[in-house]
């Protein structure tokens, strides 16, 4: 099993910063996508950024030329967050999709997700 846990949500004032980390271990052979979801009260889950190795991203445009994505040399993802906005509010999830061997079949898991909250 793979275990993806997320840190660095919190309350911020809008304007500010906040920096998300995601964390993945166990039987991982490889990782071919890691990502960061968001859900709002009363909405949907909705892709916020994205990337597949080779460091590829991907943004939704509500985030573009606001939030960078990145990871380590480690399996762990990064979501850096600016010039937040009352709604960046909800509660951000980590997704990751891994193998446990080389021909592995891929699998999908998440993290149990972090609040994030911006006041006006």
């Known amino acids: 099993q793979v275990q993806l846990v997320e840190s660095g949500g919190g309350l911020v004032q809008a304007g500010g910063s906040l920096r998300l980390s995601c964390a993945a271990s166990g039987s991982i052979f490889s990782i071919k996508f890691m990502g960061w979801y968001r859900q709002a009260p009363g909405k949907q889950r909705e892709l916020v950024a994205t990337?597949?190795?080779?460091?590829?991203a991907n943004y939704a445009d509500s985030v573009k030329g606001r939030f960078t994505i990145s990871r380590d040399n480690a399996n762990t993802v990064y979501l850096q967050m600016d010039s937040l906005k009352p709604e960046d509010t909800a509660v951000y999830y980590c997704y990751s999709v891994w193998s446990n061997a080389a021909n592995g079949a891929p699998i999908g898991s998440w993290g149990q997700g972090t609040q994030v909250t911006v006041s006006p």
């Open positions: 990337i597949i190795n080779g460091g590829s």
